[in-house]
């Protein structure tokens, strides 16, 4: 043990790293998918206002579903590329739906 | 020597990794939790508390027609507050006996940020008088903005706290292998695993509602949290308008013409109403620009009779009496959160499933206190030196005797406050709460000076004594004690005094059992140990 001070030291900090980059994914990432959410949901074949309020009562079960993905994940990086997967077709429907509110 | 490294062989299971995050969401905002959820469930009966709160006010005998209240009560504002541009009042029910009502006020004149308020006999609209006081208002709105900090930030607080609820209730439940096992296992007088098993019992019992209130908590505040799309799509003066009258039934006052009218008879827009809604299902009055020629007068259904909270309500012509708009369908997704909404404050509810209600709430409170005292029974096991632990063991011990035994009694301090502060003491509303919180700090102060155990103890104790001693001090600071309130079937007041000594039978049995608990460890370590000299 005592030959390796170095390496352990630096494993701790990897650790310690790969939690706080967890703990960034669910706290900041979940949010981000939410609201993403809330934004894709104005896309639904519903008036505006009907939009909007889905887009509000789905975003916290996405939430909560983003912070469990991303303490289930294997790693800290499949969490967030998991975060990413995800978004990529939310971010899809928000711009349709941008252009489906704002056409020009 | 330094600890080998835990090297693990491969990444920990799914039910390990939703175990930790269980334990930590559970842990972090733990204490803000279990205050959320006890002030939340008292707030149940808030309309009963703020009764209990105004002891001068006389008990409600008959339920008073709400369109001649409402009549009554538009003719004392136009002495009280005559060039307002709205009144508004909640219409009495079988829990207040008061029309409490609000008024905007011209910018300079006395009222809190542009609004009056005050409290109307609805027999006879007088304006009553009592001691200033918040009555149940206060847990009510403490369990969802906290204190001493503005609304906005109290608000964002308690919703991160909601957040890692729902989070801790998702992974708990994704952790128990055996979750209809579980619910009728108890294995009583085990430590660790009594515990366990308790806070097992208790949330799997009322698993949907502690997701149901969770969720719902959310969503009551969800404009607040999730801005974006409405952000984006909502951008006309008109299309804001359109979504405002699809989550509320206020209506802004808008413009007045300049051209005086007499506002036509209340009352008979209440009947209108009335006649749809039921006689004692109208929730509350809106007048905007009275005396003037563009007056509206609204009245909102009552809660009654639906589990929605969606606005409903008549729109009359204020000077005519004419109905303009009847307002009584929202769009699916207006609807689904206007039940949601419902489910969470449960206004809907009759007096049984009232109770319903705060049992299960209390169950809710429970599994977040023996989830916090099961984080430090679980870990005191493995403490090298169990006087002297690490300093987050401490800071967890210390913390959950404050905010579980400590917010007992000073939720008990509130009300001794209520009855012992002086009548004219300027700010007495105010003061009420400082003393809540005085008493908490104080318990607090208690929880880190005293041995932990004996905290826990010392401060149980204190708890059931000042929950029992509440109704006698009742009895001798009003002229409404338990016997006369029994004797007129004064249920408020009654009720309010029994459960109170329920509440103190609680905290007594949670002090003996600590106590008993201390007393039997060293016995049975002392039992072993002759066991084990026996064996060699």
């Known amino acids: 043990m005592s030959v390796l001070p170095g390496r352990a030291a630096r494993s701790d900090a990897h650790r310690i790293g790969a939690l706080v980059s967890r703990i960034a994914a669910a706290l900041l990432g979940g949010y981000a998918l939410a609201a993403l959410t809330s934004l894709a949901a104005l896309a639904l074949p519903m008036d505006k206002a009907q939009g909007v309020l889905t887009g509000m009562l789905l975003s916290f079960v996405v939430y909560a579903g983003a912070v469990v993905w991303v303490f289930a994940a294997r790693s800290a990086r499949r969490a967030w590329a998991g975060l990413l997967i995800a978004a990529l077709p939310l971010v899809l429907a928000s711009w349709f739906a941008r252009t489906l509110h704002f056409p020009f | 020597m330094p600890k080998p490294l835990p090297v693990p062989a491969k990444a920990p299971g799914l039910r390990q990794t939703m175990s930790d995050l269980h334990t930590w969401t559970g842990l972090l905002l733990g204490w803000f939790l279990y205050a959320m959820f006890l002030t939340g469930t008292v707030s149940y009966f808030k309309d009963e508390l703020s009764q209990w709160s105004r002891p001068e006010l006389t008990r409600q005998i008959a ?58 006999d609805p027999v006879t609209g007088a304006a009553v008088t009592s001691r200033a006081t918040q009555g149940g208002e206060f847990f009510f709105r403490f369990h969802f903005q906290f204190h001493y900090l503005p609304a906005i930030w109290g608000r964002w607080l308690a919703g991160l706290a909601g957040m890692f609820m729902l989070v801790a209730i998702v992974s708990g439940v994704i952790t128990h292998k055996k979750i209809f096992v579980d619910f009728f296992t108890f294995r009583g007088g085990k430590g660790q695993r009594s515990w366990l098993d308790a806070h097992n019992a208790l949330s799997v019992f009322g698993l949907p509602f502690h997701l149901m209130i969770t969720y719902t908590g959310l969503v009551t505040l969800m404009a607040l949290y999730m801005p974006w799309g409405q952000q984006a799509a909502i951008q006309t003066a008109a299309e804001k308008r359109q979504l405002s009258s699809e989550l509320s039934v206020f209506i802004p006052p808008g413009k007045a013409s300049g051209q005086p009218a007499a506002l036509a008879p209340v009352d008979a827009m209440v009947r209108q109403a009335q006649a749809v809604w039921g006689p004692h299902n109208i929730g509350g009055v809106t007048i905007t620009h009275p005396g003037d020629a563009a007056a509206r007068v609204s009245v909102a259904r009552g809660s009654a009779e639906r589990v929605s909270m969606s606005p409903q309500y008549m729109l009359f012509e204020g000077s005519t009496g004419k109905l303009l708009e009847t307002h ?19 206004r809907f509810s009759d007096l049984s499933l009232r109770w319903l209600y705060f049992i299960v709430s209390l169950a809710g409170t429970a599994m977040v206190g023996t989830g916090l005292v099961m984080w430090t029974v679980k870990r005191r096991a493995k403490l090298a030196d169990p006087d002297r632990p690490y300093f987050g063991f401490w800071l967890v011990e210390r913390l959950n005797i404050a905010a579980i035994a400590g917010l007992s009694i000073a939720m008990a301090g509130f009300l001794w406050a209520n009855r012992l502060l002086p009548a004219q003491l300027p700010q007495r509303a105010d003061w009420e709460i400082h003393a809540f919180f005085a008493v908490w700090a104080l318990a607090l102060l208690h929880a880190l000076v005293r041995p932990a155990r004996r905290a826990w103890v010392e401060q149980l104790w204190l708890a059931a004594a000042v929950l029992a001693l509440t109704p006698v001090l009742n009895a001798l600071t009003t002229d409404r004690p338990l016997w006369r309130s029994l004797a007129e079937g004064d249920w408020v007041f009654a009720g309010m005094d029994l459960a109170l000594w329920a509440f103190a039978a609680v905290h007594a049995a949670l002090a003996l059992r600590t106590l008993r608990h201390r007393a039997r460890a060293p016995a049975r370590a002392a039992r072993l140990n002759a066991r084990a000299g026996e064996a060699a």
């Not at chain 2, 009584?328 to 449960?346: C, F, K, N, Q, W």
């Open chain 2, 63 to 120: 339920l008073p027609d709400p369109a001649a209240a409402a009549q009554r009560v538009a003719d004392a504002l136009a002495q009280i507050a005559p060039g307002s541009s709205q009144w508004g009042m909640r219409m009495p029910d079988a829990r207040s006996n008061t029309v409490s009502s609000f008024w905007r006020t011209a910018p300079g004149q006395p009222g809190q940020r542009g609004f009056a308020q005050g409290n109307f």
């Open chain 2, 328 to 346: 009584d369908r929202v769009g699916p997704a207006a609807e689904t959160r206007g039940v949601l909404y419902a489910l969470h404050l449960g």
